[in-house]
Antibody, heavy 123, light 111 residues
Framework: EVQLVQSGAEVKKPGESLKMSCKGS????????IAWVRQMPGKGLEWMGI????????TYSPSFQGQVTISVDKSINTAYVEWSSLKASDTAMYYC????????????????WGLGALVTVSS | QSVLTQPPSVSGAPGQRVTISCTGS?????????VHWYQQLPGTAPKLLIL???NRPSGVPDRFSGSKSGTSASLAITGLQTEDEADYYC???????????FGTGTKVTVL
């Protein structure tokens, strides 16, 4: 059974750093892209970026480039998203998701999702 | 701001048919990139509902169907049930943004 297990909810102050994790199991972790998706309170889904665990190839959404760092440790089947200095506007639910496709890069969809992790940034 | 536009809400009585539109442009849906749909039940993570415009993953009831034409796509729910109350999102790829994009989301209410 494919599972993506995310680290827990976090409460942080503005300016603090944070690294969240997403551990995959039940499939060949190195061979599937992992994405991070943000959902701000009461809002829709936003794609943040993707990483290929096999070679750490990473692509960021233009909206998130420079705002977060996505990384992976394939030896422990875990992907990460990291903030160096959180802002109140980073308060959101964050999901990791596995990407699959039937016909290449442009046809990818998010087939398995983690349960999400709520990040609250408040002074 | 999403490049895929959906109606904020749709509603229907149990047993009725509702459709949700997803309107894009020539840099996404109109470039023959497939459209996928997700269901997000209240307080839960999204779930893949339709892939590649009209295909249902294993376990998804055939009450859910998808279609695509030109720069738009649609999700139809027939025989609406109370458990279908959720937010629904379309998703595709956008060549101008060089990335994956989600629709604005549609809340389905069962009256």
């Amino acid at each position: 059974e494919v599972q993506l297990v995310q680290s827990g909810a976090e409460v942080k102050k503005p300016g603090e750093s944070l690294k969240m994790s997403c551990k995959g199991s039940g499939y060949s972790f190195s061979n599937y892209w992992i994405a991070w998706v943000r959902q701000m309170p009461g809002k829709g889904l936003e794609w943040m970026g993707i990483i290929y665990p096999g070679d750490s190839d990473t692509t960021y959404s233009p909206s998130f480039q420079g705002q977060v760092t996505i990384s992976v440790d394939k030896s422990i089947n875990t992907a990460y998203v990291e903030w160096s200095s959180l802002k109140a506007s980073d308060t959101a639910m964050y999901y990791c998701a596995r990407l699959d496709d039937t016909s290449g890069y442009y046809s990818r969809y998010f087939d398995y999702w983690g349960l999400g992790a709520l990040v609250t940034v408040s002074s | 701001q999403s490049v895929l536009t959906q109606p904020p809400s749709v509603s229907g009585a149990p047993g009725q048919r509702v459709t949700i539109s997803c309107t894009g442009s020539s840099s996404n849906i109109g470039t023959h990139y497939p459209v996928h749909w997700y269901q997000q039940l209240p307080g839960t993570a999204p779930k893949l509902l339709i892939l590649d415009n009209h295909n249902r993953p294993s376990g998804v009831p055939d009450r859910f169907s998808g279609s695509k034409s030109g720069t738009s796509a649609s999700l139809a729910i027939t025989g609406l049930q109370t458990e279908d109350e959720a937010d629904y999102y379309c998703q595709s790829y956008d060549s101008s943004l060089s990335g994956y994009v989600f629709g604005t989301g549609t809340k389905v209410t069962v009256l």
